[in-house]
């Protein structure tokens, strides 16, 4: 009954917490929902990078990969607008190496044929941005790894070197460009990032027949993002309409442990009211003396021993029983008759040296074996007993 009235109390209490909730509900995140876009101020970052790119062009491939290879850099500021859509603006500058027929931008010769070319261009660019990584494994704000894709394009001004220096070449160049950044996230607030680009140029005239025409250009960039203010993304906030909780489960539990708790006290009342047979336990030596085979003398070391147990006996002023004992698996009956009796005199003969009343000890012999554990055990049945009498 008892247990019954804390159950009820503790059902009560959950529908009185749940009736509380009901009035003033709660809210949690709820990511199925999908993304909030934070505000305007948030999720800002800036980028600086450096690194190399390569043209390719018409001519180039007669003229070795490493001689082509020139410096690029860039510096953005950006936005992201969502886990996965981001905006970048910023600046571009790279330089271009390469061969042409006439001598454009340049005045050396290479290979009596081609004349090299060597320009820098410096851009105003724009990219929009989709995190791969948020987009097919979702959001996850603890993430080291982001893969990132980006397409945009860009305007850029030319100058050449002419003359052993840098001019002015007149020229406006727009461009189309895609890549590929791998980030890595250091803190909360600093990626570590490797970006790989493919940028398209109107390139300069390179042949003896006046034309234009598009170049590409590969580059390879690392660099460093720091993010500002709130970096993270929260899910739409749902209200949370708790269910009235269900006691069955719970009575049902305490059902079964009532029955289980009476059947425990039914054993043991039984276990109390089963009658007790007292057991007589044989009383133990209050010391053995054992011997070598053959053997009904006393060696220094037993004749310390029952030193101490005649202090013993004296003191208590009781009465004690020696049985002499000899095994039953060596020697014949008459031999081990001989010194159960010779074993057992000697004791008695040193305790009453000792100042034992030869009034509290009975010399006995037995016949049969001490332990009785076999003829691996025949050293303990070559014994002398001294047992208390009750």
Sequence with gaps: M??????GLACAMLFGASAFAQEAPQTVQDPSQGYLFNRFSNNWFVTGEGGVGVMFSKFDSEEGLGKRIAP???????KWFSPIIGLRLGGNYIQMK???????WHDVRYDNQYWKQKFNEFGVVGDVMVNLTNWWCGYRPDRIYNSTVYFGGGA????AYLGGEWKNAHNFNTSLRAGWINSFNVSKAVQLFLDVRFSTFDGPQETVKFEKKTVGDLQAYVGVTYNFNKRTWDAPVVPVCPEVPDCSAIEARLQAANARIADLERQLQDCLNRPVE???????PLTTIYYPIGKSSLSTREVNVLRAVASVMKESGKTYTLTGWADNYTGTDAINTRLRHARVNGVQRQLVRFGVAESQLNATVDNGNLTDLGEKAVQLDRAVTIVENK
């Design 2 to 7: 008892f247990k019954r009235s804390i159950l």
């Design 72 to 78: 690029a850099a860039s510096i953005y500021v950006g």
């Design 98 to 104: 390469g061969l042409s027929e006439v001598p454009v």
């Design 156 to 159: 850029y001004w030319t100058t």
């Design 278 to 284: 007292k057991a007589e336990c044989p009383a133990m």
